[in-house]
């Protein structure tokens, strides 16, 4: 629905003080030209009044900046596509993560923190979320609606326990393949970059299968490592609700072959060689280091407009009309001072 409103370009206070201002200065232009009048003590026209004032009236209602209000479903975009996928098995529920501070936080909170400053770093691209634990999945598919991959990222919770049957870092390499596949597809010309955010942990005894297929989709990627090489227990995780809900008890994950709770450790190593098979960099977040410290270098220069399902509100100024009236009185005022200065002559 369109229509139209004041959206003061100066702010309402100040836009609203100025506007004010002038509008007493037009009341007292015609309280004096009615005073002098009366008093035969002015020349001022009839005409001439009028013309100040509507200057005056003119110049207030664009101090208040008149906009036309319009909703659109149309959007530019940058041409970059980012596709973040965030581990969330087991392991990423130890608290010995940090994130650009000395607090220690859970690997998935350190993760979640991440993609909320990947959204700030590309503010303008779009982007796809895949979450993978037991298996991999595509919550949000490509879209610039930046907030959509924040809401995301809140209710990101590490699976249960219960279902886990060991940690496998190639479990997202399908949907990745088939979510980059698509992207390149729809869009060939945009820059895509990967950014896979784990611990690094495999602990499946099935050999990893390589990430190099993604090569001919990306143009750029990252492994992003949280965690430390201490490691942590790994707590009891009984419904995924809450990356730091334990059972009652407390309890941790037992390492079968010492019977005490077991040790969690991000593997740097797996990380990196995963960065190397998709001809991209390793970046370990700490104390120090946050994932603003990989921004790639690739991001396209270009822009495309795009149509979402989402309505948004822009607010547009018209103040053209208003400054032709008033520049067309200002004419007829230096045109009425130049004659009555020739004839005082």
Known sequence: MNGFTFSPALGWVAGGLLAGLLAIMAVAEIVLFIRRRRAFASDETVWACVRRTLMLLLAAVMMLTP??????????????DVIVAVDVTGSMAVADAHYG??????????????????TQTYANASFAAIRFGASGTLDVPLTPD?????????????????VSAGSSLDTPIDQLLLTAKAIREAHPDDAIVLYLISDGEQTSTKTRRTFSSLRRY??????????????????????????????????WITDPDTGQPGISKMDAGNLEDIADEISG???ALDATHTVSDAVSSKVSNDWRVTTTAKERTRVAAVVWPLAIALALLLAFEIGAWITTSRRLL
């Open 67 to 80: 906009s036309q209000v319009t909703t659109t479903t149309s959007r530019a975009v940058n041409a970059t």
């Open 101 to 118: 501070s000395d607090d220690t936080v859970t690997r998935i909170d350190a993760a979640r923190q991440a993609v909320h400053d990947l």
């Open 146 to 162: 930046s907030a959509a991959i924040d809401n995301w990222a809140d209710t990101l919770a590490v699976e249960s326990t219960g």
């Open 218 to 251: 990306l143009d750029d990627g990252f492994t992003v490592g949280v965690g430390s090489a201490e490691g942590g227990r790994i707590p009891v995780i009984t419904d995924g609700a809450n990356a730091g809900n334990t059972d009652s008890n407390d309890s």
């Open 281 to 283: 960099s390793y970046v």
